[in-house]
C-alpha cells in the first residue's frame, strides 16, 4: 500500500494467522497462559492477473465497463475466520485432571463453523504450513477445500517464541455454499441408547473414513457418532479410535439386543470398508 496505516505493516495480507500469532505472542508475553483468540476479515490473494486502470474522472458515475474494470483490477479478496488456541482448555481443579488444547479441538472449531452454515465437511489429513504435517486436517465441502486446522509446525512455533502444541484454524467463509434453506432435525422424547466402540485400523486410514463407514452400517436410528479417542501408540502403523454411536427411535425405546445389533452392522462395514478390528 501506498499509504499504509503503520510503517511496519505495509503490506497487504495474505492470510489472517501471521496477525493472529502476533497477537497471541503479545498477550502471552503479558501474563496470559490460556487463551483463544480469532478474527474474521478478509485476505487478498495474489491468483489471477490484474488489469491496469486508469484514473477516473469524479464528475459523474463511471459506465458499468469501467465500474467492471476498477473491479478487475484489485485482487481476490476471500473473506476468513481464524483463530489460535494455546494453553489448558480445561483447568485443573477438585472435579479433575485439566486437559490442552489440542489439534482435535481445532479441527472441532472448524468443523462446527462450517455445520452452522448448514453444510457439511469431511476431514482429510494434509500437510500444509504452517502447520505440523502429521497433526494437520484439511476440511472440505462437496469435494473443495474449505479450510485448514492443527497443531502449528515445531519450527514455526520456536520462531516466533510460542509453547509447543500452539493450535490454530482457518475457515474460509466466502468458499461455504449458501444454502436457501436449512431443515431442522425433529425432536425426539424416547430415550436414547449409546453404545461405545473402540477400533484399531492402519495409521494412514483417515477417522472420516472410518466415521462414514460407521454411519453407513449402523442403520437409520443412528442419532449421532463422536470420535472421543485416538491412540497412536500400538505400533506396527497402527492406530486405535473410539466413538460413541447414539441411538433413538421416534416413536419406542429400543432394547439392548436391537442397539447391540446397529453396533454389529456398524463395526462390520467398517470392517468392510477400512479393515477396521474391534480393541479388545
Known amino acids: 500500500m501506498t499509504n499504509p496505516i503503520s510503517e511496519q505493516a505495509p503490506l497487504l495480507r495474505t492470510h489472517l494467522l501471521p496477525g493472529l500469532l502476533e497477537a497471541a505472542k503479545r498477550n502471552l508475553n503479558r501474563g496470559a497462559k490460556d487463551l483463544a483468540i480469532f478474527e474474521i476479515g478478509s485476505v487478498f490473494r495474489d491468483v489471477v492477473k490484474l488489469a491496469h486502470v486508469s484514473p477516473v474522472s469524479t464528475g459523474s458515475r463511471p459506465s458499468d465497463e469501467a465500474i467492471a474494470n476498477i473491479y478487475a483490477s484489485v485482487p481476490p479478496q476471500p473473506l ?85 502444541r500452539t493450535c490454530a484454524f482457518a475457515v474460509i467463509l466466502s468458499e461455504l ?55 497412536e501408540n500400538l505400533g506396527e502403523g497402527k492406530i486405535s479410535l473410539a466413538f460413541t454411536l447414539t441411538f433413538r427411535a421416534a416413536e419406542r425405546t429400543l432394547t439392548a439386543e436391537e442397539v447391540s445389533g446397529y453396533r454389529a452392522s456398524a463395526v462390520a462395514m467398517a470392517a468392510k470398508s477400512c479393515g477396521a478390528i474391534v480393541r479388545a
Not at 502447520?131 to 512455533?157: D, M
Not at 434453506?181 to 486410514?205: C, E, G, R
Open 177 to 231: 455454499p449458501v444454502l436457501v434453506s436449512k431443515n431442522a432435525k425433529p425432536i425426539f422424547t424416547m430415550p436414547a441408547a449409546t453404545q461405545d466402540v473402540s477400533l484399531i485400523v492402519d495409521s494412514t486410514v483417515p477417522a472420516a473414513s472410518v466415521e462414514a463407514a460407521l454411519v453407513s452400517g449402523a442403520g437409520t436410528l443412528l442419532e449421532s457418532i463422536n470420535l472421543f479417542d485416538r491412540y
Open 80 to 164: 476468513f475466520v481464524g483463530a489460535v488456541v494455546v494453553g489448558e482448555l480445561e483447568r485443573d481443579g477438585w472435579w479433575g485432571k485439566g486437559r490442552a488444547f489440542d489439534w482435535s479441538d481445532a479441527t472441532n472449531l472448524a468443523l462446527s463453523i462450517i455445520e452452522l452454515t448448514g453444510n457439511s465437511g469431511t476431514i482429510v489429513q494434509s500437510d500444509l504450513a504452517p502447520w505440523h504435517p502429521g497433526r494437520c486436517a484439511e476440511i472440505q465441502v462437496a469435494g473443495k477445500a474449505v479450510a485448514h486446522s492443527g497443531e502449528l509446525h515445531p519450527r514455526v512455533l520456536e520462531a516466533l517464541g510460542l509453547p509447543p
